[in-house]
């Protein structure tokens, strides 16, 4: 069969990866991929649905798998389905999961799903009396897409205030803050949890730890993410069952049961383990990235087979097998560079995820041979002159693979040592197991 992969980034590379490695499939398309990522896989220029659509006809693919939100809460899955091409991820009215924060919430207490203590307000001057009133720390969300950033988490009530300024006054994520969720700040282990899901039933899949900070030690600001690494500490049937139970099969049932619409496709959770409850922090309605990057190489099930089940709602018939195996991925990242004009230095880039240059040869991509060493591609283009180049604040995805953490992350760090470009920055402690 033929697939075509809808992303552009690292995740999209593992996901097209996986495909183009499954016995069912004959050719893998992504769209629209980038210069890395053409290196073993077709990639075609198509931005919008409808251009998705257009190639996905062209080409005869027999499925579609889709890895970032936009797509998905602009309704990819309803034009695919409506033209009969088979597609994976859930329609435009179930990815209202991710595209509203609001409304899951409002679900989730409704249906008896853990959350934290919460309001939702679209009038600043509430948002504010509201913060004044409750004594505890909040985190203060825009309702709406925001690409990760639009969760401010708060220390006191003078930077709550701001938060709540930030996202409704100054409109930094434009409409996605027009509301916003307060909730109580919980402290805890923060975990993501993903499932496969029909609608019906659900196959859990092993669990990563993701970096978000962009220094060691958790400092710095928030990005995509930095690492990842899986399995984690607390993987294993014990957990899978607590969420499974407590909040990924309450919410797709009780997603289906108010909406009369199946929830289809992955879901995926970020939640706070506070004396072993787990906590919704927020819905996500496709993978992580990079937590596809170290969670899809230990999938041994064809992903064609688990695709088609979902499809047709017959996932609950066979089992997803994994590996035990251990993958840490590190991310090597657009740091600090000169910003050049015309010859002449015009200050400093302060680099991802502040702003960041573009254009810098990658060098030493050709010396990793290590069968245990796999790239995955994100912020890279083609330059005519200079070959591959940077092209994004997260440029290139290192994963490593050992019989354990430390033998995968060993891999991961010896490889990105090899790899050059001007201002590559990472961090230096991701799978680093904190006690
Ligand atoms: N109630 C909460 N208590 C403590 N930390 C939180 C809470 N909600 C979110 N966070 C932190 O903020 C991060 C981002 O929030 P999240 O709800 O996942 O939104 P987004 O990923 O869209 O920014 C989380 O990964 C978590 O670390
Ligand atoms: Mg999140």
Redesign the pocket.
């Known amino acids: 069969m033929k697939v075509l992969v809808v992303d552009s980034g690292g995740r999209g590379h593992a996901i097209a990866w996986q495909f183009k490695n499954d016995p069912n499939v004959r050719e893998v398309i992504c769209a629209p991929g980038n210069a890395g990522i053409a290196r073993e896989i077709r990639c075609e220029n198509a931005r919008a649905n409808e251009e998705f659509l257009e190639l996905a006809k062209r080409e005869k693919v027999d499925i579609v798998f889709v890895g970032p939100e936009s797509p998905l809460t602009n309704g990819i899955v309803d034009l695919f389905t409506a033209e009969k091409i088979p597609i994976v991820g859930p329609q435009k009215s179930a990815a209202i999961l991710e595209g509203s924060?609001a409304y899951t919430k409002l679900l989730c207490r409704d249906i008896g799903v853990p959350v934290?203590e919460f309001e939702v307000f679209d009038d600043p001057e509430k948002a504010k009396d509201y913060v004044g009133a409750v004594k505890y720390p909040v985190?203060v969300?825009a309702d709406g897409l925001?690409q990760?950033?639009?969760?401010i988490?708060c220390s006191d009530t003078e930077e709550a205030f701001h938060a709540i300024h930030h996202l409704m006054v100054e409109m930094a994520f434009g409409d996605a803050g027009r509301k916003v969720v307060i909730?109580?700040?919980?402290?805890g282990t923060?975990i993501s949890f993903f499932v496969f899901t029909d609608g019906e039933s659900l196959a859990s899949m092993p669990v990563a730890q993701d970096y978000?900070r962009a220094y060691d030690n958790d400092e710095g600001a928030?990005t995509g993410g930095m690492g990842s690494y899986s399995p984690h500490r607390l993987e294993g049937e014990e957990l899978a069952k607590l969420v499974c139970e407590k909040v990924s099969m309450p919410l797709i049932q009780g997603f289906k049961e108010k909406q009369e619409v199946p929830y289809r496709g992955i879901l995926y959770t970020?939640l706070?383990l506070v004396d072993g409850i787990p906590?919704l922090?927020?819905a996500?309605v496709r993978f992580g990235d990079p937590e596809a990057q170290v969670i899809l190489p230990r999938l041994k099930t064809p992903l064609s087979d688990i695709s088609f089940q979902i499809i047709n709602g017959v996932l609950g018939e066979k089992r997803v097998e994994w590996s035990p195996d251990y993958y840490c991925d590190v991310v090597a990242a657009a740091g600090r560079t000169r910003q050049m004009k015309g010859g002449k230095s015009k200050g400093w880039y302060p680099g991802y995820p502040a702003r960041y240059g573009k254009g810098y040869p990658i060098s030493g991509l050709e010396t990793i041979d290590d069968p245990d060493c796999r790239i995955f591609f994100a912020g890279v283009s083609n330059s005519a002159t200079k070959g591959f180049v940077t092209d994004g604040g997260r440029v290139l995805h290192i994963v490593g693979r050992g019989n354990t953490l430390s033998a995968a992350r060993d891999v991961a760090y010896r490889n990105i040592e090899k790899v050059h470009f001007e201002g590559i920055r990472y961090r230096t402690d991701i799978g680093r197991e904190k006690e």
Request: charged fraction near 40%.
């Open positions: 924060k934290a985190v969300k925001a990760g950033k639009g969760s988490v909730e109580k700040r919980l402290y923060e978000k928030n970020g706070m906590y922090l927020e996500n």
